[in-house]
């Protein structure tokens, strides 16, 4: 399973960058409309102490896959470009919006082009015209049956036309607090502007992380539930084409204790509600991703659609457990490996084994 992250933002604000950044791409750098993917692996410390532990010929870490949006157009461009990258981010399953908050001219406090709030609804207002269109589309379709009195169809078109005439008042869907049956009633509809969004920062340098840039950001974030990894983009960028062994002793030159792309990455799943569990052994330890609130047997098709299938039962122990007593063994002895059945959601860190009927 490997869920994906759309970057977004206009021109200018170092989008690519960012994503050589995350990839150690080299992707090239300019206004076009190529659409960049990469898969890139999620950081997780408790793999290499499982490696050490088990000795597995293989060991596999969790995956995210990275797109790089092309800045959309507006909408008086006519040449169809801006449908086509709305298209992309509605593939996507959650947004790491670019803004730009670095000086061009070198002055940051009084740089008047910047303007994350002006930037940030640049791209909010092609979303919620384009989610605008789709709903007035659904709305249209199902008037029929809805003058006909199908009481399901008057209940999807008013919520259909109350989520419309908050998007035409400048609230994207994301905003507007939808209920399960508001939510149940757009589904088919996939709105852009209600995937889940959060901001980079992207920076000259990491001593700017508290300007007042950063901080009207930050409240722009607090709106969404969401929040904002300042990144200085351009080192990052250079430092993920080093070699590992030069990284280290890059970023202490930089003054950074760590590389923020494992803090962006991290925060990214944290936004699409996802946690790992492990499967070990000493052919292959692995990192599989499921979503918080997984049930047993969805977490189990992960690893193999057929375990999904014939799930009998999972044996659970914990990674804490694992590495507290030493060992598998340990564990049973002292009753810390548990049985669950068909209803159990899995929890973060798990470490399991899937009993199954062929």
């Known amino acids: 399973m490997s869920l994906s992250c759309g970057l977004i933002g206009v021109a200018g604000s170092g989008k690519t960058t960012i994503f050589n950044a995350i990839t150690a791409a080299k992707a090239a750098i300019y206004d076009g409309a190529e659409t960049h993917v990469a898969v890139v692996n999620v950081p997780d410390p408790r793999l290499q102490v499982l490696d050490e ?166 409240g722009i974030a607090a709106a969404d539930g969401s929040e904002v990894i300042p990144i200085c983009g351009r080192d990052e960028a250079e430092i993920s084409q080093l070699d590992p062994s030069e990284q280290a002793e890059f970023m202490k030159e930089l003054g950074l204790k760590e590389s923020s792309m494992s803090r962006l990455i991290l925060a990214a799943y944290r936004k699409l509600g996802l946690i790992n569990f492990f499967t070990v052994g000493p052919d292959e330890v692995r990192a599989w991703t499921c979503r918080e609130g997984d049930k047993a047997p969805t977490a189990a098709g992960k690893i193999h659609t057929d375990l999904e299938k014939g799930f009998i039962r999972m044996e659970v122990m914990t990674y804490d457990d694992l590495i507290s007593l030493g060992s598998e063994q340990a564990v049973l002895r002292a009753g810390k490996q548990r049985i669950e059945g068909k209803t159990y959601e899995i929890q973060e860190g798990d470490i399991v084994v899937v009993r199954f009927s062929k």
């Open 53 to 218: 532990l088990y000795h597995p010929q293989k060991l596999v870490p969790a995956t995210l896959k990275v797109v790089d949006i092309p800045a959309i157009k507006t909408s008086e461009d006519k040449s169809g470009r801006g449908s086509r990258l709305l298209a992309h981010i509605k593939d996507v399953d959650a947004l790491l919006h670019v803004v730009r908050c670095f000086s061009l001219t070198g002055d940051l406090a009084s740089d008047d082009t910047i303007n994350p709030a002006r930037d940030i609804e640049t791209i909010d207002i092609e979303m919620m015209l384009a989610d605008s269109r789709t709903v007035e589309n659904k709305i249209e379709r199902m008037a029929k049956k809805a003058r006909a009195g199908d009481k399901e169809s008057l209940a999807q078109v008013s919520d259909c036309e109350k989520v419309k005439a908050a998007l035409e008042q400048g609230v994207p869907a994301r905003r507007q607090n939808l209920s399960e049956r508001e939510l149940a009633s757009l589904y088919e509809c996939n709105l852009v502007s209600l995937k889940p969004v959060l901001y980079i920062a992207n920076l000259k340098t990491m001593a700017d992380a508290d300007s007042a840039c950063v901080k009207t950001l930050q």
